[in-house]
């Protein structure tokens, strides 16, 4: 039997998303800048600490021997480039008292580490994961269409809430709580913020499908893959909320400039998932470790083009919307 797992992994590499709503937006440069490069400051502030820079390696995975070798790789990059790294949901550790998947730190010592854990899980099972892993955060993850397409996946939903409000006064780290990539609503983020959740990260739709990874596990539903909305629009439709929640971004992020785009929107920081396990599974961590570290000047010279020194300057970039995007915001 096939672990679901080792297929969330081969199924996100072999899906190619028809639309990436990064593509429909274009930034407004300055032609007069008033930066030198060495300026420019990506520091970024959120989940209750400063971070050097302002995107991090998102939930992926953990529970097979496949997982273990992605996650230590995954916290070798993120080690040596001071990134936050998020295991996958710690869910299948949790049945599996001998699972050493996530057992990162033997291998990256100092790794700036967050950890995972679905909203159908109760508050004892949030504990229980943050006890184990003693990471900087947890993500609470809401996969509600994932969970409805899986054959083996949850029916009775009424408990998230409830769960949630748990989740908010019992767990010690700081929590964000985030989409699988269907983009989250507004109200899912005033409800957060009313249950005193405060950093959301919206994961939209545009990289990771997770109801193509499920439809491709055996379900016959593909008519329903691009469910959910874009991460370029559930930021839009979130700029009323950006000074009241930290909204996170994530979904399709490819590079540097959808990074740029996503914090001209708001985001404080953008998560990574598939984009970065391409690369692992392609390339020794070195290469990889280079690669990323590479983004990072490309961040200071994309945002010295658009004349800004930081994260707060990118939020007065004007921008243009194309396609979709122009359609559906005029
Ligand atoms: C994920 N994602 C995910 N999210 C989560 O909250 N818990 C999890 O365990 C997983 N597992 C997982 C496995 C694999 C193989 C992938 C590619 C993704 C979702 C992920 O964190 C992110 O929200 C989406 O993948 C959208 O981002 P990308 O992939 O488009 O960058």
Known sequence: MSNRKDDHIKYALTYKAPY????????????????????IDLSTHFAGRDWEFPFYINA???????????????????????????????????????????????????????????????????????AAMRPLLLQVHLNLMQELLMPEGERTFKTWRSHLTDYASQISVPLILKEVGFGMDIKTVEYGLESGIQTFDISGRGGTSFAYIENERGGNRSYLNNWGQSTVQTL????????????????????????????????????????????????????????????????????????CQNLSELRLVDYLLYGKLSEANR
């Open 60 to 130: 992926m995975t953990g529970g097979s021997s496949k997982a273990r070798s992605i996650n230590q790789k995954l916290a070798q990059v993120a080690e040596s480039c001071d990134l936050l790294f998020v295991t996958g949901s710690y869910s299948a550790a949790l049945k599996n008292s001998n699972d050493d998947s996530y057992d990162v730190r033997k291998i990256a010592p100092e790794v700036l580490l967050g950890t995972n854990i679905g909203l159908d899980k109760p508050v004892e099972l949030g504990l229980q994961t943050v």
């Open 236 to 307: 839009l439709n979130l700029q009323t909320l950006t000074n009241q929640a930290e909204i996170l971004a994530s979904g399709g992020v490819r590079n540097p400039l959808d990074m740029v785009k996503a914090f001209v929107l708001g985001a404080k920081a953008v998560g990574l998932s598939r984009t970065i396990l391409e690369l692992v599974e392609r390339y020794p961590a070195g290469k990889v470790i280079e690669i990323v570290n590479g983004w990072k000047e490309d961040l200071r010279l994309i945002m010295c083009a658009l004349n």
């Open 20 to 39: 990436n709503s990064f593509d429909d937006m274009e930034l407004i440069h300055s032609s007069l800048p008033q930066y030198d490069l060495s300026d």
